[in-house]
Structure formats: C-alpha cells, structure tokens
C-alpha cells in the first residue's frame, strides 16, 4: 500500500516559518520525482515546488522563488519544503506528490498525492 504522508503544517504569524515534512511508504522513494502544490479555500490546486528523483534541479512557481526551498532525503524517504517569509496568503493545504515518469508541475501528473497537511498564516 501506497501513503504519502505530510506534516509540519500549522498556524504560523506572517513573516513566520514552517518546514513541511513528507515520507513515502510503500514504493521506492528514490525512484520518484516529488513535488509539493497548494489549495487554497475557494481556489484550484497550484504547483508549488518540486525536485527530480536523483535530487538538483529543483522548480519552483515564480512567485515563491526566493522564499520557498524543496529538499530530499533518499535514506528516510521524505522531501521537506522549508517557507520562509510566511504571508496570509500562502494559507492553504500543502499536498504532498510523487510521479514515476515526468516532472511533479501540474495536478495531473502525480501517481500519488498525500492527504494534505493545514497552513494558516495570522496577518
């Protein structure tokens, strides 16, 4: 049995910082691109950030360049997404993906999603 699963999430002050933390069971973690996207209440699921199987080489969406940073780690089969610089409009629930062949960037892609893990960010 697959399971992506995310935590790290919370209520944070804008300017704030959270480090999300998502482990995959189940499959071979370092065969995956992974990737992290968002919805916001009301909103699509948006790209966030993701980062290919061999690690480097890592995207992120234009507007949170600079303050969003994917990791992995291949021995405990997790990839991290460090925010920094929180704004309330980064609330949302941060999924946790992970695709077999081809990049993480649009909704369509991955194989396999987490079940999401809360963000608010107090103004």
């Known amino acids: 049995q697959v399971q992506l699963v995310e935590s790290g999430g919370g209520l944070v002050q804008a300017g704030g910082s959270l480090r999300l933390s998502c482990v995959l069971s189940?499959?071979?973690?370092?065969?995956?691109?992974m990737g992290w996207f968002r919805q916001a209440p009301g909103k699509e699921r948006e790209f966030v950030a993701s980062i290919p199987w061999r690690g480097g080489s890592e995207d992120y969406a234009d507007s949170l360049k600079g303050r969003f940073a994917i990791s992995r780690d291949n021995a405990k089969n997790a990839v991290y997404l460090q925010m920094n610089s929180l704004k309330p409009e980064d609330t949302a629930v941060y999924y946790c993906?992970?695709?077999?062949?081809?990049?993480?960037?649009?909704?369509?892609?991955?194989?396999?999603w987490g079940q999401g893990t809360q963000v608010t960010v107090s103004s």
């Open positions: 189940g499959r071979t973690f370092s065969l995956y691109n």
């Open positions: 993906a992970a695709s077999l062949v081809g990049s993480v960037q649009t909704v369509s892609a991955p194989d396999y």
